[in-house]
């Protein structure tokens, strides 16, 4: 499979999204929420706009032990300093480094941070304080926890669902990212038995393409996968080409 980013039908939604944020009215109106179930792409996603571009966004990735302090050092540290065991200082820290350098802050699962809504918070003073934007990426469900805050939640300027991906999106997938060609009865297989979610997406190609190749073919269509392992998901049964 080719090594490449698809610019599918949601990160075309991801980028709008910025561009509203980048042009909100009120200053403070400075997060971006992403939601979506798993394997829908948010992450990758998230980090190709904020890593593999000139945007340079600083990443960092919630985990269910967060705490605030834990955050801002994970920010201090991704700008290059060695973060502050205190927590004013680390706040200081994060505070300075983040008005120097400029740079947005995406927060990848961030669902995590409303278990203690002060984490949140403190990413919200920093925002506050240094009018950077803050992209809060997590699973569906973050939308309604983040309305029980409403110091929080009214500082969404955009919200972004990320959908499954329609057909149109799988066959653009298909054709960018495999080494050979995938017949549109395939396409439509392919598209079927992921329900749209790009992770499996990815996986039906790989498998087409192993198959292609182990059999010197140019192409494969659905005639030539039938009985093959299409999508392996372990919570159903394989689904192979019929």
């Not at 600083?58 to 994970?74: C, D, G, K, P, Q």
């Not at 749209?196 to 192409?219: D, F, M, W, Y």
Request: with cysteine.
């Amino acid at each position: 499979m080719y090594s490449k980013f698809v610019r599918t039908s949601n990160v075309v939604n991801f980028l709008a999204g910025f561009s509203a944020l980048e042009s909100r009215g009120a200053a403070e109106s400075c997060f971006l929420l992403v939601a979506g179930k798993a394997g829908n792409g948010k992450t990758s996603t998230a980090r190709w706009w904020g890593l593999n571009t000139n945007i340079n966004a600083v990443y960092v990735r919630a985990t269910a032990s967060i705490n605030s302090h834990w955050i801002l050092a994970e920010i201090v540290r991704e700008l290059g300093q060695h973060p502050d065991r205190r927590m004013e200082y680390c706040f200081a820290q994060a505070l300075k480094e983040v008005a120097k350098a400029r740079r947005p802050l995406i927060i990848d699962e961030a669902e995590h941070c409303l278990e203690d809504p002060r984490v949140l918070e403190s990413v919200r003073d920093i925002s506050d304080l240094t009018e950077v934007p803050v992209i809060l990426v997590g699973y569906d469900q973050i939308r309604a926890k983040l309305k029980k805050y409403e110091q929080l939640s009214s500082r969404v300027s955009a919200v972004v669902d990320f959908k499954p991906l329609t057909l149109e999106d799988t066959r653009t997938c298909c054709k960018e990212l495999c080494e050979v060609v995938i017949a549109d009865d395939l396409v439509a297989a392919i598209h079927r038995d992921s329900a749209g979610r790009i992770r499996l997406v990815k996986e039906g190609i790989a498998s087409c393409e192993r198959h292609a190749k182990r059999n010197s073919r140019p192409e494969v269509s659905l005639d030539d996968m039938r009985g093959q392992i299409l999508i392996h998901d372990w919570t159903k049964a394989p689904k192979g080409g019929r």
